[in-house]
């Protein structure tokens, strides 16, 4: 079985090395970058499964790389930042990260998070020949869901989903009219993390999601705020 390639971004030369020691243990191919040139570089040579990213790099802003690989498909994003700020994470979730690691990290830790992230991106929808229900697609007339793509088209453009965004649409969808609190959307979305979510990633995934989906984000009709409750799918009549 060909092994999953890593992309690691991160200027500090021995963080990098460290972070290249922990996964090649773990059986992974870890390539490293010192600079966004150089990650530009290694990703037209090469498909990566995963990339890692370091926030603060000498020659780009960490969040703009983030968004030039979340338009890779197929490419799972980590950002590894030494920043604990909860606006660096918010920040990093708006832009499409699928998953933020503050340093100094767990060698354990970060091998486990990034083979959830890996488990969830690998995970595919196809018809069995025996007659096994395929995955649903959802089709409101605003906008279609694709699961099995996961995607999401709307006025003919179609748009890739993160993680997360898929994660959490799928929750919604499933459950129309139903109101789930913040606390289930987290055990719902991130249910392989290891490490507990925070209640504002949900708020920001679910902004996100009403960008691609609403045709007023700020006055939301399927994707609706229930006061001191959480959230609710009202599907388009």
Known sequence: MPRNKILVVEDDTAMADTVKDVLSSAGFDVTTAETGAQAGKAMAQTKFDLCIVDLRLPDIDGFELVKRMRAIPGTGVIILSAASDLTDRVVGLEVGADDYIQKPFNGRELIARVKSLLRRLSETYTVATDGAAQAPSYD???????????????????????????????????????VLTRSQLLDLVYADNNEPAFDRSIDVTVNRLRRKIEDDPTKPDMIQTIRNGGYLFAPPK
């Open 140 to 178: 409101y007339g605003i906008f279609q869901f694709d699961v099995a793509g996961r995607t999401i088209t709307k006025n003919g453009e179609k748009s890739r989903l993160t993680t997360t965004e898929f994660n959490l649409l799928k929750a919604l969808v499933e459950r129309p009219h139903c």
